[in-house]
């Protein structure tokens, strides 16, 4: 039997409010004639007529047939998925089935909705003139307007942020940019004129292409055009059973980043003619073992300062567990990148001759690849930063080395914060700080003057040149650098840094193109590599070029450290790269690309010297170097939001957070807007004390809000399906949309389409997965990455095993998914807009225009008037991404610090009464708390006050007992790993 053209594989059906209001005022897109309803057909049991020469009723019947489980899952006396089963009676599917018939195919909800707007505002301006009289015109709009809901906003702020509290010791905002005016500054923030050119052209030739197609026209029909027909010149995908045969093989490990190097992959002429040992003894810090670990065993702390390639990330730890440490607990090795952590892993258990997950292994999120034979780990630093919850004193380690700690990431400087108290509780433990920079100083004196051990480099000299005037597009420079350096100058391959996906992959494509218009050019491998790319695709950076062909790399900002590869000889440094930096009024994190720092540039100039002399072509000016950029890149606590990060501190224990010892504080206007939006969603009481929800909520790896819906999902009873949700929305784009193919991509992925929501579009996407039995050729089918389908399904056991521990319920709601749409309100109403008109929304609390995202299912149809969303996406404009339509009432329910339904006859008066009683309602309960507080401290005073009366100097059963409850810590003698602590 063919596969079915459905790609649901789970029925789509039809559910009516019980509460509905009318079709306006209706919560989700009700419109049954919008666009793209010959994807969505009406089913009629009605006789219907044989179907025309198209093939849309034939496509609809498919989709009926086929989307049922294929083991009888759904059986037809099933009401629970029955799309009529909410209708009482026959006639009203047939009143509703003439009604869509009379409908036009090529019916527009968007123009029809643009078209209203535009007569309302015609009448409205019709009547201010006084050119018509209110009894001459129809009022329909201002009916309509009279049943909308229309939402308060209200301004409230908890006790704890009143203004008159100090979170940190740095009150100011650290400006992302030296100079906010400065050349580099401003080019920064008009882009490269080249990717907007290509942007614009692909715009310009998916609509020439949809322009021309003459499928679904009359003419098209006329003619006998069908989809296949128009899609014949189109390169179609290989094989698809061979595909998935090929790819089933490795299914198992496919998503993992080791499985995809090989021992021989980018190895230098060096690396081929030398075997494992005899290169580890050739590197710089193998030379130096002896003094280095006898620095080791003399201090508590170190810092290890070494040039990128002396050996540091791979030796240290195998040195450690040559000395012994190992047989006293785990050697850790913290890295700010998952890339570097698994690459690390790699190579350290290929020298190591074991396989990796035996005695060496990682772990980064939701990817768990140790035993319990590992003794040498690699991990990101926010792996170990939430081991730490559960072992604030990381017993199982007896070193850990924070390496790459000169990047000052986020989880990183958390990291150094803690461990000032872990080292003062546990004197056995030994902790290392690598730096690849000169600001090995800082590390040292926040660890009170802890050792710097130098590592001599064996780095060749590198040429640096700068560029003889500013340079206003950095993409279309560094193309015409890289062609100078491929036809003039000899030998060596080239590494490009940029700044991200697109920045790389126009680079790449403007690289081949200009190379294919020379006459007869040397042979040139251009290699992107950028973090959201496929595993098995980074990897191919490592492979060796075939003879006489020279490579070029384009990546990020993740070459400059974290990667190693054989063979560069010239660098092309652009000088930005893409930061992540807070935007208040949005209230989100953005990447804006801004100039990088002095420290990113001598790193990226080293690159070029690992092999032998190189060159390094600076597309900046000396000038601009010394005065535009930065000396060391802004610390990530500075410049990002941090409500994970609050709360994971609270989570510790961490009651104030300015006595936490941060080596650079964040911003007092960071700290307060990220404990306002953990208070929003409950994870913070009026006194800003971790509530029993904000406990449970820092036991998942993953944002608040998402934390959050899988917490509420057990009360709602739709904890299968939120788990679901939560872990597509945990990986990257599930859809593929290859450049000559988008059409029909774009119509396989409308197939999908939940038009309430798109998180229920991601959930119809899994189960029509699941019910194919996760086939891999019905992945390719419907133009979905099927890795990104089973990370989900990986990430998905891994929720489940964190929600069993934590005794949760795993409840399905069914085909309910009204009661999924509520629980997901409940975890986005700090994130909701109402829509204003014309395809715009207005965000409740910030007042931003956004739009809904071109991806989303919501785009094409009816527009809701209050919706919820996930993340916003700022391109040309700010757009909303992963959308579900909400009915307001839930948000004034379970949004009500916020929101309240407006009431007939309410008053602006009324509004600010109820802002005050609000206010006076909490700041009477916040006084409460401190009163139970201050009386607890003194009971407690009083209690330490009697006992250490009572013990004397002699000690004795009293002195036990205080010991016992914790009033004061002793040291314990007690054997762990062979070692006392």
């Known amino acids: 039997m063919e596969e079915s053209e459905y790609a649901g594989g789970m029925p789509k059906r039809r559910r009516v409010e019980t509460h509905r209001r009318n079709d306006r005022n209706h919560s989700g897109p009700r419109d049954r004639s919008a666009p793209n309803s010959r994807n969505r057909p009406q089913r009629d049991s009605t006789p219907t007529p044989p179907p025309p020469e198209n093939d849309d009723e034939d496509r609809a019947l498919d989709r009926d047939w086929y989307g049922g489980d294929e083991m009888g899952g759904h059986a037809f006396g099933d009401e629970s998925h029955n799309p009529f089963a909410a209708y009482d009676s026959w006639e009203v599917q047939k009143t509703e089935s003439a009604m869509a018939e009379r409908m036009s195919s090529r019916y527009d909800a968007r123009k029809e909705q643009r078209q209203r707007e535009n007569d309302a505002w015609e009448t409205n301006r019709m009547l201010v003139s006084g050119v018509a009289q209110r009894r001459d015109l129809s009022m329909d709009f201002d009916e309509e307007e009279a049943t909308r809901v229309h939402l308060l906003v209200h301004e409230l702020r908890p006790p704890f942020l009143d203004g008159r509290t100090i979170f940190t010791k740095q009150l100011d905002p650290v400006p992302a940019v030296r100079d906010n005016q400065s050349d580099m500054a401003v080019f920064s923030r008009k882009g490269s004129k080249v990717v907007k050119e290509a942007r614009q052209q692909r715009e310009r030739e998916r609509q020439a292409q949809a322009a021309t197609s003459m499928v679904g026209t009359t003419l098209g029909t006329i003619m006998g055009v069908k989809e296949e027909d128009a899609d014949s010149a189109l390169p179609m995908p290989a094989d698809a059973e061979a595909a998935a045969e090929a790819e089933k093989k490795s299914a198992g490990n496919s998503n993992k980043f080791s499985q995809h190097l090989k021992k021989s992959d980018g190895a230098s002429a060096f690396s081929q003619s030398k075997t494992l040992r005899e290169q580890r003894q050739y590197l710089p810090a193998f030379a130096v073992r002896e003094d280095l670990l006898r620095v080791i065993r003399e201090n508590q702390v170190i810092i290890v300062v070494g040039e990128t390639g002396s050996g540091k990330t791979t030796q240290l730890a195998q040195f450690l567990n040559e000395d012994g440490y190992g047989n006293l607990g785990m050697i850790g090795c913290t890295q700010p990148r998952r890339v570097a952590a698994m690459s690390v892993a790699k190579r350290v258990a290929e020298e190591m001759e074991c396989p990796l997950g035996g005695t060496v292994g990682y772990a980064i999120r939701f990817e768990d690849c140790t035993s319990k034979d590992t003794i040498i780990k690699y991990m990101t630093d926010g792996v170990l930063l939430r081991e730490s919850l559960n072992e604030p004193d990381l017993d199982r380690y007896s070193c850990v080395i924070m390496d790459e700690a000169h990047e000052r990431a986020l989880n990183t400087d958390i990291l150094m914060g803690l461990f000032k108290k872990i080292l003062q509780r546990r004197r056995d433990i030994k902790l290392i700080v690598t730096s690849a920079t000169m600001n090995s100083k800082r590390f040292s004196d926040f660890f009170g003057g802890a050792p710097e051990f130098i590592i001599p480099g064996r780095t060749f000299p590198v040429d640096v040149l700068f560029h003889r005037s500013p340079v206003e597009d950095y993409v279309d420079q560094a193309v015409h650098q890289v062609l100078s350096i491929h036809v003039s100058m000899e030998a060596g391959d080239i590494l490009v840094f940029m700044t991200g996906q697109e920045d790389i992959e126009i680079t790449c494509e403007l690289i081949q193109k200009r190379l294919d218009a020379l006459n007869d050019p040397p042979k040139l491998s251009i290699l992107p590599i950028y973090s959201q790319m496929p595993a098995d695709l980074q990897a191919k950076i490592f492979d060796r070029a075939a003879p006489g062909v020279r490579k070029c790399i384009v990546a990020t900002n993740i070459a400059e450290t974290s990667l190693t590869v054989d063979g560069i000889k010239y660098v092309v440094d652009s000088g930005y790269s893409k930061m992540k930096v807070y935007n208040p009024k949005m209230g989100m994190d953005t990447l804006q690309i801004t100039p990088i720092s002095q420290a990113n540039a001598s790193q990226r100039s080293g690159r070029a010297g690992r092999t032998g002399p190189g060159k390094a072509f600076r597309l900046f000016t000396e000038k601009a170097f010394k005065d535009e950029l930065y000396m060391q890149t802004i610390p990530e606590i500075q410049r990002t939001n941090l409500s994970n990060t609050v709360l994971m501190l609270k989570s510790l224990g961490v009651k104030d957070l300015l006595d936490f010892d941060f080596m650079d504080p964040p911003p007092q206007e960071t700290i307060t807007t990220s404990m306002f939006d953990l208070w929003a969603l ?169 739009q809904l995202h071109p991806t989303s299912s919501l785009y094409a149809g009816h527009p809701p008037d209050y919706v919820v969303y996930h993340e916003l996406v700022l391109t040309s404009k700010v757009y909303v991404s992963t959308v579900t339509a909400v009915d307001p009432h839930w948000l004034a329910d379970l949004g009500g610090v916020f929101y309240s339904v407006k009431e007939k006859g309410y008053s602006v008066h009324q509004k600010r009464f109820t802002e005050t009683e609000f206010n006076r309602k909490m700041e009477i309960e916040a006084q409460m708390a401190r009163d139970k507080k201050a009386a607890e401290d003194r009971k407690a005073a009083e209690e330490a006050r009697v006992a250490k009366k009572t013990v004397g100097p002699g000690g004795g059963a009293a002195a036990k007992k205080v010991v016992q409850h914790g009033a004061v810590r002793k040291p314990v003698t007690k054997k762990r790993f062979g070692r006392p602590f």
């Open 682 to 850: 409950g994870a913070l009481d009026n006194m800003g004390e971790l509530t029993d929800l904000g406990r449970k909520m820092s036991a998942f790896p993953m944002d608040p809000s998402l934390s959050k819906l899988l917490i509420t999902s057990v009360q709602y009873g739709c904890s299968e399906e939120m788990i679901t949700i939560v872990s597509m929305l945990s990986v990257p784009n599930v859809f593929y949309r290859p450049k000559e193919r988008q059409d029909e991509a774009d119509a396989q992925r409308e197939k999908f389409w939940v038009h309430e929501s798109d998180h229920l579009t991601y959930l119809q996407v899994y189960l029509a997965w699941q019910s194919n039995r996760f086939s891999e050729s019905w992945c390719i089918k419907h133009f979905l990455h099927a890795k990104s389908l089973r990370r989900a399904k990986e990430i998905r056991d891994q929720l489940t095993d964190i929600m069993k521990l934590q005794k949760m319920a795993l409840v399905s709601c069914g085909m309910d998914w009204d009661v999924v749409r509520k629980c997901i309100c409940s975890g986005y109403y700090h994130q909701a807009a109402r829509y204003k008109g014309s395809g715009e929304y207005i965000n409740l609390r910030t007042n931003v225009s956004v």
